[in-house]
């Protein structure tokens, strides 16, 4: 595939996305109209009360004063030149609230998908290749009992194994901030602190992503190029590895795309638990506050990076299946 071919399709298909991302936008605006309260009775509520003009002014001043098709058509002339408004709570801008948050999210699902999306492969894999024994049993019944089991339930025994009782691990942060470590030194810091949140936002798609692999795989070995294969002589370990394993990780990859807003919406337990400073502990906390400017904005760069993370697998897709090609 030539590299002109390449970017004219990921130009496609990003002009194909822009009405989604449009939609999710206005949907996520008017849903949020609906919600009981805002953040003007909320600061009035916790000053113990104020009269009703008092309310009323700090409607006007943060724009709550106006129809709800003013209010979205302001914020849609806004959002085109990238300007997600203000947050009156925290007293900062929004779009540097979320670059300031954006990185951890980032570094937890980056490291999420890496282990869920390796390790599950692994045991699909291993799982098809000792089908009907005792090993595929073994990881048939713990694939599911994983991804059975609650994430913040996970997470909260990790943290009391592994930080209380071993102190291996910290029990919750991104870094230990009074250490004031730099380089690397800050590097392994945060590696340190990254595992048990990776591991328990891991677990239930390593469960799934294996289940996934394994049963693609079978399906694949019983198919009829299989069976030409092995009458033209080639070796099972050949089969499996140039033709099988390739196109059992078809499914594989497109569920790992389409699971990146679970993987978003699982963040944001797991960041409470484990206080990680990311968008999920972000939008958790605008929510109770009813800084709707700040949630718009959470939810708008979340939609972002799920079409970002879907245009990859798409072009994955691409060089994994040899018999697509972009017109």
Request: hydrophobic share 55%; no cysteine; net charge neutral.
């Amino acid at each position: 595939m030539s590299s002109g071919s390449l970017g004219g399709y990921i130009v496609r298909r990003l002009t194909q996305t822009l009405p989604v991302i449009l939609g999710v936008v206005i949907v996520n605006f008017l849903l949020l109209q609906l919600a009981p309260g805002d953040l003007a009775t909320v600061l009035a509520g916790e000053a113990g009360g104020a009269p009703k003009e008092y309310i009323d002014e700090l409607r006007a001043r943060f724009g709550q004063d106006q129809p709800v098709y003013i209010q979205l058509f302001y914020y849609m002339r806004n959002l085109l030149v990238l300007d997600l408004g203000f947050s009156f709570r925290l007293g900062a801008p929004v779009l540097d609230l979320l670059l300031d948050r954006l990185w951890p999210t980032l570094l937890l699902m980056v490291a999420t998908l890496i282990v869920s999306l390796g390790l599950g492969i692994v045991m699909g894999l291993l799982a098809a290749l000792w089908v009907r024994t005792w090993k595929d049993t073994v990881i048939s019944v713990a694939a599911i009992i994983v991804y059975a089991t609650p994430l913040f339930w996970v997470g909260l025994m990790l943290i009391l194994v592994f930080s209380i009782r071993l102190n291996w691990f910290p029990t919750s942060g991104m870094e230990d901030v009074v250490a004031f470590h730099e380089g690397w030194d800050r590097v392994v810091d945060i590696a340190h602190h990254l595992v048990l949140p990776t591991v328990t936002l891991s677990l239930f798609y390593l469960a799934l992503y294996a289940r996934l692999m394994r049963a693609s795989m079978l399906e694949q070995r019983g198919l009829d190029y299989v069976v030409t294969a092995r009458a033209k002589g080639q070796s099972e370990r050949k089969i499996t590895t140039r033709h099988v394993f390739r196109n059992a990780l078809l499914p594989v990859v497109t569920m790992a795309g389409v699971q990146t807003g679970g993987l978003l919406g699982g963040s944001v337990v797991l960041e409470a638990i484990f206080a990680w400073p990311g968008l999920g502990q972000l939008a958790f906390q605008s929510l109770f506050a009813r800084d709707y400017n700040l949630l718009l904005g959470i939810f708008f760069l979340s939609a972002v990076l799920v079409v970002i993370v879907n245009l990859i697998v798409d072009v994955i897709y691409v060089f994994l299946d040899p018999r697509i090609r972009i017109g």
